[in-house]
Protein backbone atom coordinates (compact mmCIF):
# COMPACT_ATOMS: atom_id res chain seq x y z
CA UNK A 1 0.00 0.00 0.00
CA UNK A 2 1.43 3.33 -1.23
CA UNK A 3 1.15 6.40 0.97
CA UNK A 4 -1.42 8.03 -1.57
CA UNK A 5 -3.66 4.97 -0.58
CA UNK A 6 -2.74 5.03 3.31
CA UNK A 7 -3.72 8.25 3.28
CA UNK A 8 -6.88 7.76 1.51
CA UNK A 9 -7.61 4.99 3.57
CA UNK A 10 -7.79 7.34 6.66
CA UNK A 11 -9.24 9.98 5.38
CA UNK A 12 -12.51 7.79 4.45
CA UNK A 13 -12.38 6.48 8.12
CA UNK A 14 -12.52 10.26 9.65
CA UNK A 15 -14.60 11.52 7.02
CA UNK A 16 -18.23 10.22 8.72
CA UNK A 17 -16.59 11.83 12.25
CA UNK A 18 -15.27 15.21 10.66
CA UNK A 19 -18.81 15.51 8.93
CA UNK A 20 -20.62 15.01 11.99
CA UNK A 21 -18.89 17.06 13.95
CA UNK A 22 -18.79 20.07 11.88
CA UNK A 23 -22.47 19.89 11.23
CA UNK A 24 -22.96 19.36 15.15
CA UNK A 25 -21.07 22.11 15.80
CA UNK A 26 -22.76 24.72 13.05
CA UNK A 27 -25.98 23.48 13.90
CA UNK A 28 -26.58 23.75 17.84
CA UNK A 29 -26.46 26.93 18.14
CA UNK A 30 -29.66 27.04 15.84
CA UNK A 31 -31.92 25.14 18.37
CA UNK A 32 -29.31 26.18 22.15
CA UNK A 33 -28.85 29.64 22.08
CA UNK A 34 -25.97 29.27 25.03
CA UNK A 35 -22.53 30.21 23.99
CA UNK A 36 -20.36 27.14 24.07
CA UNK A 37 -16.95 27.11 25.81
CA UNK A 38 -15.12 26.94 22.70
CA UNK A 39 -15.59 30.30 21.86
CA UNK A 40 -15.46 30.03 17.66
CA UNK A 41 -17.96 27.37 15.78
CA UNK A 42 -14.53 25.99 13.64
CA UNK A 43 -12.81 25.51 17.10
CA UNK A 44 -16.29 23.56 18.69
CA UNK A 45 -16.43 21.76 15.03
CA UNK A 46 -12.60 20.16 15.41
CA UNK A 47 -13.21 19.12 19.12
CA UNK A 48 -16.52 17.33 17.93
CA UNK A 49 -14.86 16.24 15.18
CA UNK A 50 -11.74 14.97 16.87
CA UNK A 51 -13.95 13.03 20.16
CA UNK A 52 -15.60 11.54 17.19
CA UNK A 53 -12.42 9.80 15.61
CA UNK A 54 -11.19 8.89 18.74
CA UNK A 55 -15.10 7.01 19.29
CA UNK A 56 -14.26 5.36 15.83
CA UNK A 57 -10.69 4.46 16.53
CA UNK A 58 -11.83 2.71 19.75
CA UNK A 59 -14.45 1.08 17.97
CA UNK A 60 -12.27 0.10 15.41
CA UNK A 61 -9.74 -1.64 17.96
CA UNK A 62 -12.54 -3.24 19.98
CA UNK A 63 -14.23 -4.38 17.55
CA UNK A 64 -11.49 -5.67 14.86
CA UNK A 65 -13.35 -3.80 12.28
CA UNK A 66 -14.56 -0.73 10.93
CA UNK A 67 -18.41 0.25 9.32
CA UNK A 68 -20.50 -1.62 12.52
CA UNK A 69 -23.47 0.20 13.58
CA UNK A 70 -21.94 0.10 17.24
CA UNK A 71 -18.93 2.10 16.02
CA UNK A 72 -21.16 4.45 14.52
CA UNK A 73 -23.36 4.49 17.61
CA UNK A 74 -19.98 5.52 19.68
CA UNK A 75 -19.55 8.20 17.29
CA UNK A 76 -22.58 9.95 17.65
CA UNK A 77 -22.57 9.37 21.70
CA UNK A 78 -19.15 10.98 21.13
CA UNK A 79 -19.85 13.77 19.56
CA UNK A 80 -23.25 14.53 21.46
CA UNK A 81 -21.21 14.22 24.63
CA UNK A 82 -18.79 16.46 23.26
CA UNK A 83 -21.01 19.38 22.34
CA UNK A 84 -23.04 19.33 25.55
CA UNK A 85 -19.95 19.35 27.36
CA UNK A 86 -19.23 22.57 25.77
CA UNK A 87 -22.58 24.23 26.47
CA UNK A 88 -22.72 23.62 29.62
CA UNK A 89 -21.44 26.59 32.31
Known sequence: MGLFDL??????????ALALGC?????????YRKQSL???RI????INSVAGALAL????WLLGRD???AGYAALV???ATSQWWALRR
Open 7 to 16: LNHLLNFVAP
Open 23 to 31: LLAFVAPVF
Open 38 to 40: ARG
Open 43 to 46: AQAA
Open 57 to 60: GLAL
Open 67 to 69: GKM
Open 77 to 79: LAT
